[in-house]
């Protein structure tokens, strides 16, 4: 089961090294086209910038690799595999949610 949750981590570490270079440039594209690019939220302007994905993602392989390579008791280890596992998941949903948070704003004008 550990081989499954690391697996998920790398997965999502891959994406998190690739995106500013595959998904990003899409994106900042788009926000160009927008009206007034001065009021896009400041998570995008954040998660845009090449080293804040693999910050995040650099940071949830060396929780995995404390996990799998510390001098501990097996539930530390553990531990330290799930806290990667979560950490991963919420790299990938902050990132996400750093890309699309104008198109929200958007759809609350459109809205109003």
């Given at each position: 089961?550990?081989?499954?949750?690391?697996?998920?981590?790398?997965?999502?570490?891959?994406?998190?090294?690739?995106?500013?270079?595959?998904?990003?440039?899409?994106?900042?594209?788009?926000?160009?086209?927008?009206?007034?690019?001065?009021?896009?939220?400041?998570?995008?302007?954040?998660?845009t910038q090449a080293w804040?994905?693999?910050?995040?993602?650099?940071?949830?392989?060396?929780?995995?690799?404390?996990?799998?390579?510390?001098?501990?008791?097996?539930?530390?280890?553990?531990?330290?595999?799930?806290?990667?596992?979560?950490?991963?998941?919420?790299?990938?949903?902050?990132?996400?949610?750093?890309?699309?948070?104008?198109?929200?704003?958007?759809?609350?004008?459109?809205?109003?």
């Amino acid at each position: 089961m550990l081989r499954l949750y690391l697996g998920l981590v790398v997965i999502i570490a891959i994406g998190l090294f690739v995106a500013p270079f595959v998904i990003t440039p899409t994106y900042q594209n788009l926000y160009k086209d927008f009206a007034n690019p001065d009021k896009i939220p400041w998570i995008t302007n954040l998660v845009t910038q090449a080293w804040l994905p693999m910050a995040l993602a650099l940071l949830t392989l060396g929780l995995a690799a404390a996990g799998l390579f510390m001098n501990a008791s097996p539930d530390k280890r553990r531990l330290f595999v799930m806290t990667s596992v979560v950490a991963a998941m919420a790299s990938a949903g902050v990132y996400l949610y750093g890309l699309y948070a104008p198109i929200f704003q958007l759809a609350d004008a459109v809205k109003a």
